[in-house]
Every structure is written in C-alpha cells, then in structure tokens.
C-alpha cells in the first residue's frame, strides 16, 4: 500500500488541515491527522473518524497495522516545537 494513497483518502473525507503517513513497509502505518475537527471529539471519536475512511484498506488488509495521532491545529503546533520539527 502506498502513503499517498491514505493521504487521498484521509483529505477527501474528512476537513483536516494536514495529514502525515510513516511506514517501513507498506503494510503498517503511523497517521498524524491534524484538523480542528479533533476539538470536541473524545479520544475514540477521533479514532473512529480515521478508521472510518480507511476501513476498506483495513478489511482488504492492504493495512496490516495503525497507528493514530489526532491533533487540533494549535496542539500540532506546540507538538511540533516539542518534537523540534
């Protein structure tokens, strides 16, 4: 599986300011989703809005392993400087 392929998927269907996808060896994967859609969510509700996209290419295991990151603008912006990026 390719990143950019989750990238698409992620920016068509959901409103996020930027997305990031690491992986070793294209079966799993680290989602970084970054969006002010996160504000008000519980930490499963912003799971579940990157599971649900994605779904297809988990039940298809072309996505073996996820793992996921949700920031709101601001918190990405602090974590960032805390990561030195």
Known sequence: MNKQEIIDKLNSSLKLDDVHVLTDDG???QVIA???LFADLTRV???QAIYAPL???IS???IHALSIKT???TEW???R???GL
């Open 27 to 29: 079966s799993h994967f």
């Open 34 to 36: 970054v969006g002010e």
């Open 45 to 47: 509700k912003k799971q």
């Open 55 to 57: 779904a297809e290419f």
């Open 60 to 62: 298809d295991n072309r």
């Open 71 to 73: 920031y709101t603008p």
């Open 77 to 79: 912006q602090r974590e």
């Open 81 to 83: 400087k805390l990561m």
